[in-house]
């Protein structure tokens, strides 16, 4: 866990706003991390979309 938590603090000072709220006994995302969450999550689905796309498109090359 401590690689992980000095990522993510590294991330927090980058981009000046905290993305974790850290209690004794819980984490929870802040709004910015909220937001950091879902941006994240339509990069990577794009990339995945994309990879897909690039596979089909190699597959179509190489059948004909």
């Known amino acids: 866990q401590p690689a992980l938590s000095r990522s993510v603090q ?5 981009i000046g706003q905290p993305l974790l709220e850290r209690k004794s006994r819980s ?4 709004e910015a991390g909220t937001l ?3 941006r994240v999550r339509a990069l990577a689905l794009r990339a995945i979309e994309q ?7 190699w597959r179509d090359a190489v059948i004909r």
Not at 10 to 14: D, H, N, Q, R
């Open 27 to 30: 984490v929870a995302l802040t």
């Open 36 to 38: 950091m969450q879902a």
């Open 10 to 14: 590294k991330l927090e000072a980058e």
């Open 51 to 57: 990879s897909h796309e690039q596979e089909t498109a």
